[in-house]
C-alpha cells in the first residue's frame, strides 16, 4: 500500500512547530448530526498541555439541536444539572496536517466523562467503539470503506444562504456519471479536494461524476472501521473547508432539490478480518459467491436489522426523499451480487469479497452508520442468521420485498421499540438518540414549508 501522506507523531508535530510550519491545532470530536466540534489550540500549548490532558467542552454540545439550542429532555445533559463538562482526550493516531488550512494540523477526540474517564456512552466514536470491542472478542477486527456523494454549486455557502438555498447554480448542467468532459469543469474544485485529503493522511483512490448535475464522488483508502469513519469525518469537513474558501459550496445533503435526478449517498463496504486475512473468504455457496459461514451470517444478521437501525443510516427528515424508485437509491431489502438495484450489494471474491451496503446517505453520521452495521453483523453471527435467498433482476420491480421505512418518524418509532437496539448500543443510548431524532421531527412538524405555501396560499 503506498505511502500515507500528511499523518504526524507529537515528535514529528513538535518539529514542524520549532520550523514555524504549524501554529494552530484543531482539536474536535463530531457530534450526534456528524458535525465537527472542538476547539483550535496554539500549537506550543498543544504540545505542552493538551496532548497528554486533552481539554474540557459543554456536555450540552451532545443535546444541542442543529441551532445550537440546547433541547430539554435529555438526561445526559440537561439545565437541572447545570450543564458542565466532558473531557475531550486526543487520539495521536488520527493527529495530521489539515492541508486545506494555513498552517494547522488536527486531531480527533473520545469524549470522556469528566469524573470518571469512562467512555461517553452517548457520543458517537463511544458507539463505534463499543461495538469494535466486540468484534475484538471474537478475534475480528472490522474492514470498511465510505463511497461518499455529493453536488457541488457555484455559489457561495453565504450566496446559498441569501438565496434561501433555491436556485443555486450546479456546477455541472447535465448528468455526468463517468463524463470526463464535464467531470473536467468541476476539476478547479475537485483536483483540489484530492490533493488536500492525500496531503492530510487520507489516501484517496479516484474522483468521478454521478448521476446528478454537479453531482460527485470522491473515493478514499479502505481502512479498519474506526480510522475510516474518522476519515470520513475529517473528508466531510475538508470538502466543506475547501469549498467555503474558494467561493463555492457542497451539499452532503441526501436529497438537496426535489428535482435532483439522484440523491447523495454513503454506500458502506465492509468485511471482517482475522489474523491478517479477510475472514469472509471461504469456499461455502451462497448463489454465486464462494464465501464462508461468517460471511453468510453477517450479511443476515445485517440484513435482518435495518429496520431496527434505520435512523443511523437514514437520520434526517430529507434522508427519506432519497429512497425513489429508479433512482438508483435502494427502496427494499434484498441482497445481489454486482446488482446496483439491491440494498445490499456483494462484491469482490477472494481475500477482497465484501458486502456493500448501499442504503446510507451522505448525510449519515459514520460512526453510528458503522456501528450499526457491525452491530448487526455480529447478531447475525452469534445468532448464525441465514440472508434470504439471493435475489436477481430488477428489484424496484419487487414489491413483495420488505421495504426501507418510509420516514424518520416510522424509522424512530422502531428503533425506539426494539429489544435489538437496546441489546445492541444499550437502553441509555437508544433513549438517547430516540429523543434526539423525536427533536428533529418535531421541529420540521413546527416548520412551514415552501411546498406548503404555494399549495395551500390562495388555492385552499
Not at 474517564?117 to 457520543?123: D, G, I, K, R, S
Not at 478514499?220 to 473547508?241: G, P, V, W
Not at 475472514?279 to 453477517?298: C, D, I, K, M
Not at 460512526?367 to 436477481?392: H, K, R, V
Request: glycine share 6%.
Amino acid at each position: 500500500m503506498a505511502k500515507i501522506h500528511g499523518l504526524l507523531t507529537l515528535m514529528e508535530l513538535a518539529e514542524l512547530v520549532e520550523k514555524g510550519e504549524i501554529e494552530t491545532i484543531v482539536v474536535g470530536f463530531t457530534d450526534h448530526y456528524g458535525r465537527l466540534m472542538g476547539k483550535r489550540f496554539d500549537a506550543e500549548f498543544f504540545i505542552e498541555d493538551a496532548a497528554a490532558h486533552g481539554t474540557h467542552a459543554c456536555n450540552y454540545l451532545l443535546t444541542v439541536n442543529m441551532e445550537m439550542d440546547p433541547v430539554p429532555g435529555y438526561q445526559f445533559a440537561n439545565w437541572e444539572r447545570g450543564y458542565g463538562d466532558f473531557h475531550l482526550v486526543p487520539d495521536m493516531k488520527t493527529l495530521r496536517r489539515a492541508s486545506w488550512l494555513d498552517k494547522t494540523a488536527i486531531v480527533l477526540c473520545d469524549v470522556e466523562d469528566e469524573n470518571t474517564h469512562q467512555m461517553t456512552a452517548v457520543a458517537p466514536r463511544s458507539i463505534l467503539r463499543q461495538q469494535l470491542e466486540s468484534a475484538a472478542k471474537m478475534g475480528a477486527e472490522a474492514m470498511a470503506a465510505s463511497e461518499l456523494e455529493y453536488y457541488i454549486y457555484e455559489d457561495s455557502y453565504r450566496v446559498a444562504a441569501q438565496k434561501d438555498y433555491t436556485h443555486l447554480q450546479p456546477m455541472g448542467w447535465y448528468i455526468e456519471d463517468y463524463h470526463m468532459m464535464q467531470g473536467a469543469r468541476e476539476e478547479k474544485f475537485t483536483a483540489l479536494a484530492r490533493h488536500h485529503l492525500k496531503h492530510s493522511g487520507i489516501a484517496v483512490e479516484n474522483s468521478k461524476g454521478e448521476w446528478g448535475h454537479g453531482q460527485h464522488e470522491l473515493n478514499i483508502r479502505y481502512a479498519d472501521s474506526l480510522t475510516m469513519a474518522d476519515n470520513h469525518a475529517i473528508f466531510k469537513q475538508c470538502l466543506k473547508e475547501l469549498a467555503d474558501k474558494l467561493g463555492y459550496s457542497v451539499s452532503f445533503m441526501a436529497k438537496p432539490t426535489p428535482d435532483a435526478a439522484a440523491g447523495s449517498s454513503s454506500h458502506i463496504h465492509l468485511s471482517l478480518w482475522k489474523n491478517g486475512k479477510n475472514a469472509f473468504e471461504g469456499s461455502e455457496t451462497l448463489g454465486p459467491v464462494q464465501g464462508s459461514n461468517l460471511f453468510r451470517w453477517f450479511l443476515g444478521g445485517w440484513m435482518a436489522h435495518v429496520q431496527d437501525v434505520m435512523v443511523f443510516y437514514a437520520p434526517t427528515i430529507n434522508s427519506y426523499k432519497r429512497y425513489v424508485d429508479f433512482s438508483w437509491a435502494p427502496t427494499r431489502i434484498a441482497w445481489s451480487y454486482d446488482n446496483r438495484t439491491a440494498g445490499f450489494r456483494v462484491v469482490g471474491k477472494g481475500s477482497s469479497l465484501r458486502i456493500e451496503c448501499r442504503i446510507p446517505g451522505a448525510d449519515c453520521n459514520p460512526y453510528l452508520a458503522y456501528a450499526a452495521a457491525l452491530a448487526s453483523g455480529l447478531d447475525g453471527i452469534a445468532n448464525q442468521t441465514e440472508p434470504p435467498a439471493i435475489f436477481e433482476g430488477d428489484i424496484y420491480s419487487a414489491q413483495q420485498l420488505p421495504r426501507v421505512p418510509y420516514t424518520l418518524e416510522h424509522a424512530v418509532d422502531l428503533f425506539a421499540n426494539s429489544d435489538f437496539a437496546k441489546k445492541a448500543f444499550g437502553t441509555q443510548v437508544v433513549e438517547h438518540y430516540t429523543h434526539f431524532f423525536r427533536t428533529e421531527i418535531d421541529s420540521f412538524n413546527r416548520h412551514v414549508t415552501d411546498w406548503e405555501r404555494k399549495r395551500y396560499f390562495e388555492r385552499i
